[in-house]
Structure formats: C-alpha cells, structure tokens
C-alpha cells in the first residue's frame, strides 16, 4: 500500500470528519495528515490499530526470546520436559 494516496490536509478532516471516520472503517487504510505541507499525523480505524499494537506485541516476545537463545538462557524443550515431570514426580 503506497500511503501516499492517502493523504489529506488538516483543513480536510476538520471539514469531513465523519467521512474520513467512515472511510477509515470501510477501507481500513491509515489517513496521513498535513499541516502547512508537511505530514503531521497518522489516522487508522480501531481494528488496524489494535491488529498492530498485537502485531508488535508478538515482535517483542520474539526479539526477547531470540535474546534469551543468544545469552544461553534456552534450554532444549525434552530436558525441560523432563525437569518437569521429575519435579511432579518427587511433588
């Protein structure tokens, strides 16, 4: 998706704020707008924001966990297993 297409002034919103709002529910495509030229802000429906946020979410777990096999603190899944099954053996 090229956001350049997406691109509305500040002027714009201000005078179809309930298109642009429905426009951003059907379309689910994020709205740049401008101010004096220059792009100031980011707008996108509830949906793809939240999808993001979890997106981003999921990419932090994964760059810790990658953080963790690189620092040695990863342990192969069967001696983890065992450990466990020994801790509820001896419980």
Do not use: C, F
Not at 16 to 45: C, F, M, S, W, Y
Not at 70 to 87: D, H, M, Q, T, Y
């Amino acid at each position: 998706m090229r956001y350049s297409t997406q691109v509305k002034p500040i002027s714009y919103l201000k005078a179809n704020a309930a298109e642009v709002l429905l426009q951003l529910n059907e379309g689910r495509e994020p709205l740049v707008i401008t101010q004096n030229g220059e792009a100031k802000a980011v707008i996108q429906d509830v949906a793809s924001y939240e999808e993001t946020q979890e997106m981003l979410a999921l990419l932090k777990i994964l760059a810790l966990g990658n953080a963790e096999i690189e620092s040695g603190k990863a342990r192969p899944i069967g001696e983890v297993v065992a450990r466990l099954r020994g801790k509820r053996a001896a419980g």
